[in-house]
């Protein structure tokens, strides 16, 4: 049989003219390229627009996600001072911009007219536009690997633009303190405290967060709830942590509610001894009627290991009668959350359809959702995406190669089903002979099982430890979750 690189011309797209391929949706040039001809071999006008197409479809996506899930969103259930106090801040934000860009960035022509200084009694509004405008400027960078320059806290007006918040949280508006709050983990992230003298960033934004925490503030509950989780600026306390989830919850606040729902499945050391699958389900459930995709992924993920795991079902009080009850339902659920842009969920269905675990096996949805994945910015799709076009190629080869004069004569649609189902009866290997996940090895499984699954996400595995840190290093830290994250 001819081999699929026989057939594929790296980038060489369309009439067969080469074509630059830019690196794109986060991929390396390399990726890149070979993403773009293995399409070229199925659908060569899709693959010369990839490149830019795709970026697209991932903006769009990502802004339809962002629009579901704003804090507005997330705040409509709460008191309504909250949803105001949020509102004119996103309204101020967007005013400043405004502002800016009519007067060709001069501040002090963009701040005329508001009340700021100390001895007079500016209103919340001026006070908070005053900060975003002064505080908006930063220092001149070192060089282009200074981030440190790109922290709130390196604006040599810092100082004079969290007074203005502070003299708006003292006439009462709380998001200045969740403002506040924020400048300092955003310090933490970009310069580790490089801004500060002596200071812990973490601790100062504990401080700030618990100051609109202690005023019932759903945002900064939720903060706090977080902090006290993972013991940041302060000490971890995973009974605190569920005090303030459970009062930003109470307020109708979405990650809260999923939060509580993973401390109660106790998955992780810290949160055993307060295992209670129920209680999880019922979080989980209520965030999913918030509309909180990760928490319909969640289930989904619940409801697929309760059909192999009786003693889980009985935990979660046997919410279904048969196995197959439980994957329909857990594919439903996953479906719903991929349908409202959970990345997660993209991936793990395509992983659920490339395999033969649940009986689902279907090369097209697999890929279907691998793309989606991969166009949402789960870049552990690429590897898996790329497996699956090439199966599909060397069935086309095969068919070719062994009868090409029947399947020219076949119709479009029956070319494909054909394809579809030789690359399925091809690749029963594929399902339970793992390849390393390393980018750069094309090791495979002698043995199913041998090799050694990432003990944090159990999604990938790999060859030696030594492909593992390789493949850390060229990104899989910034996708590996654990299945209870």
Known sequence: MESVSEHMHEGV???????????????????????????????PEFAKNMPTALPVAAQQLSNEYEKRNSVGKKLERANVKWAEEYKLFDDVQHEAVEKLSTTDMNIDKAAEGLVLEETEDGSIHDLVLGSLLYGGIRREPSGPDDRASMS?????????AKRLLERALEKGYTMAAVQIGSFYMQEEKLAA?????????????????????????????????????????????????????QKAYEQGYPDSAHNLGLIYQGYAEDTARFRDIKKAIEYFERAKQWGYSASCNALGRMYLLMSKNDELAKEAGNPGSEPEDYIVTGIELMED??????????????????????????????????ELALVRGDLEAYNYLVRILRAKMAARVALEKENLENFEKLSQADKEKLIRQLAKDATPDSATHRQCANMNCEKKEQEPGSFKRCGRCQRVSYCSRECQKEHWKLGHRAVCKSPQE
Not at 23 to 40: D, H, K
């Open 193 to 245: 405290g490089a801004n500060l003298k002596g200071q812990d960033p973490k601790v100062l934004a504990y401080e700030w967060y618990k100051k609109a925490a202690d005023t019932s503030n759903p945002m900064a509950c939720h903060k706090l709830g977080f902090f006290f989780e993972n013991g940041i600026g302060c000490k971890k306390d995973i009974k605190r942590a569920i005090e303030y989830y």
């Open 337 to 370: 959350a991929a349908n409202n842009g959970d990345a997660d969920a993209m991936m793990m269905l395509g992983l659920i359809f490339g395999s033969k675990d649940y009986g689902l096996y279907d090369m097209d949805k697999a890929q279907n959702y691998m």
């Open 13 to 43: 797209v369309g009439g067969g003219e080469p074509l630059e391929i830019p690196a794109f949706l986060g991929m390396t040039e390399q990726q890149s390229r070979l993403l773009v001809a293995l399409y070229n071999e199925t659908d």
């Open 152 to 160: 709130p806290v390196a604006s040599p007006n810092f100082e004079g």
